[in-house]
């Protein structure tokens, strides 16, 4: 192991591994005429276990030794993502252009002949060791880059998240005085926050709740993302920014829609999508809202094609409004009101599995169904 000598914490680590004695000791001696700290194995495999104990900050390694050689020490050293940041350095007897290559293939960064020169084993240990620290120094620096530039995403989604929460609130506020409610209290959770029931908006909670059901299913896999299950939670809250004045049943019906039902359909649908287009003009850097516009647009669009937009059917409406759709309605038959029935859970289930295959898109339903007992209600 060397001579006994007191080091700093920061010293910098050599593992020297030969099997002949003489090369080690010679390499031990220059290492440590540097100021560094050599660490000495007569194998590969005591190398191993010298690493199991501390890190070196640089091997010089020998090409040629018993059971196992350089090459093949340095190709397992470089497979693990704990070791394959130390550069290595291959001191060799055999010093051909071949041997040299085949080494820096293996992932070393430089080759040293035999018989060592101290001047050059002093230079190139000393400049593998600058561009070492200076590797990993940058590397911390781009961590603390990538934690600053997350933490601050993460803030400004949160920003974006609370100004489409409030644009929800007083969408829903709106529609609650022109029903003759009242508007739920200032001082209450935002709309996209948790209240007395579990969570303010049901309806995007259950758009959450089914998009993370879809994802394990083989037809939808691939389409649903943890961006996306995020993304529709809140979009799915700004689906009816111009339904304050509209019939709320009126995409309930399993048959076409009378005229004056597509007229209401038409009204909030077209409100809903030039207010949040106005607003994707003025913050293109909010990635919630392209998904709240489709969904605006076309969660009153029917599987069968007898909704608004019309032409609007089956898979060519978008994932997140069908998705939404579900949800809605579910919300809307369970508790709706201005003398609508309210047909309360189980009845809105059985209405939701009536609509399925003509309304609502049938694979959704059917999942939906399944997760029934955690589904939030108003």
């Known amino acids: 192991m060397g001579k006994a000598m007191g080091y700093r914490e920061d010293t910098p ?26 660490v000495c194995a007569a194998s590969a495999n005591e190398a191993a276990k010298r690493m199991e104990e501390s890190l070196p900050q640089l091997i010089l390694l020998d090409v040629f030794m018993p059971e196992m050689d350089g090459y093949e020490f340095c190709e397992r050293l470089k497979e693990s993502p704990i070791t394959r940041d130390i550069p290595i350095i291959f001191i060799s007897a055999a010093d051909s252009s071949q041997d040299k290559v085949r080494g820096l293939q293996m992932g070393a960064v430089d080759y040293i002949a035999k018989p060592f020169d101290m001047a050059e084993v002093v230079m190139r240990v000393n400049n593998h060791l600058e561009l070492h620290r200076m590797r990993q120094e940058l590397e911390l620096s781009n961590r603390r880059l990538r934690s600053v530039i997350n933490s601050q995403a993460r803030r400004i989604e949160e920003e974006q998240k609370n100004i489409l929460y409030a644009l929800a609130s007083l969408a829903r506020d709106q529609e609650l005085q022109a029903q003759g409610h009242e508007a739920l209290p200032e001082n209450g959770p935002a709309y996209g926050e948790a209240g007395q029931n579990g969570h303010r908006d049901p309806v995007s909670y259950n758009c959450r709740l089914l998009a993370q059901s879809l994802q394990f299913s083989p037809a939808f896999s691939e389409d649903i993302s ?47 999508v030039n207010f949040l287009e106005r607003m994707y003009t003025y913050a293109p850097d909010n990635h919630f809202l392209p998904m709240a516009i489709q969904i605006a647009h076309y969660h009153h669009a029917h599987w069968d094609g007898t909704g608004y937009p019309q032409g609007a059917s089956g898979k060519n409406i978008p994932l997140a409004a069908r998705i939404t759709a579900v949800a809605d309605l579910f919300g809307v038959l369970a508790t709706a009101r201005d003398g609508s029935p309210a047909y309360g859970k189980e009845g809105a289930l059985s209405q939701i599995k009536a609509c399925s295959g003509s309304i609502l898109d049938p694979e959704i339903v059917e999942i939906f169904i399944k997760i029934e007992k955690q589904l939030h209600v108003h």
């Open 13 to 38: 680590q050599i593992l020297i591994v030969d099997d002949v004695d003489a090369n080690r000791m010679v390499l031990e001696n220059i290492i440590q005429e540097m100021g560094c700290r050599p």
């Open 226 to 272: 943890e961006a996306f299950i995020d993304t529709i939670e809140v979009s799915s809250q700004l689906r009816d920014l111009g339904n304050f004045r509209a019939v709320s049943l009126f995409h309930a019906k399993p048959a076409p829609l009378a005229p004056q039902e597509l007229l209401a359909a038409q009204c909030h649908v077209g409100q809903s």
